[in-house]
């Protein structure tokens, strides 16, 4: 992979043989696990994701938009490495920190504290290095007054709070963020935007998928359009949001 580029997606197929996810993904999964099986082979195999190819620049922020189902959220996920594509490849140059499912590496019993260690330790981090960066995660989570509570009496937000703030605390190479931004009140969402921002100035590798057009246009340099699985376009902000409004409304 050349030295400037810190993702290459080459070719990425990815199916799921018995059907999709479901609509709840992984744990509506685990939860309904029988009668999952019970159906599956009702179902038919489902493509999540067609032959899609692009590379993402080192320091580059890069959008992915695209409708409900058109294979966002997938193409994070084999970015991540927590998904394998059927075919094709997907490489990465650089330590990621995934926003994608906001503390789900977190455990109800245990307090937010214990937590913060946890997850970050999940996450790549060091003991240590948590223990060194507690103090600005609480500070930033703005949630000082939950730390020794279990989550299990943390709100959703509470929680997405959290997780949110720890993962910026990682100092990864490679950020991959998906509708992460609704994770409090007008404040600290805002508050969630500049650190964003301040990784894009840092020069930051960013995968940015957001349903917020505004946002997608300020800061992303390039954005792709995906449509049932398969990359419509390429290029600068403004024409593939344009493309992207466009054919969400000859479908409405």
Not at 83 to 106: K, N
């Amino acid at each position: 992979m050349s030295s400037d580029v810190a993702i290459r997606v080459r070719e990425a197929t990815k199916d799921y043989p018995g059907g999709s996810l479901t609509s709840g993904g992984v744990k509506d999964l685990l939860l309904h696990l029988p009668s999952h099986l019970r159906h599956r082979r009702q179902r038919k195999p489902f493509r999540a994701l067609d032959r899609v190819s692009f590379e993402v620049r080192k320091g580059e922020c890069f959008g992915i938009i695209g409708c409900n189902g058109s294979g966002k959220s997938t193409t994070l996920g084999l970015i991540a490495g927590v998904l394998r594509p059927s075919s094709g490849s997907v490489e990465t140059h650089g330590r990621i920190a995934p926003l994608l499912e906001l503390g789900a590496g977190f455990h109800p019993e245990l307090s937010g504290r214990e937590n913060i260690v946890l997850n970050g330790v999940l996450l790549g981090m060091t003991r240590r290095q948590v223990m060194e960066r507690l103090g600005d995660i609480i500070a930033f989570s703005e949630l000082s007054d939950f730390m020794e509570r279990p989550l299990r009496v943390y709100s959703s937000g509470m929680v997405a709070r959290l997780g949110f703030s720890v993962a910026v605390h990682l100092d990864p190479e490679i950020l991959l963020i998906d509708e992460v931004l609704a994770v409090g009140d007008e404040a600290f969402m805002a508050k969630c935007f500049q650190k964003i921002l301040d990784f894009r100035a840092n020069g930051v590798t960013m995968v940015f998928v957001s349903h917020n057009m505004a946002a997608v246009e300020l800061v992303c340099d390039r954005v792709a359009l995906l449509d049932a699985g398969r990359l419509v376009a390429v290029d600068s902000p403004k024409p593939v949001i344009a493309e992207y409004r466009k054919s969400s409304r000859a479908v409405m």
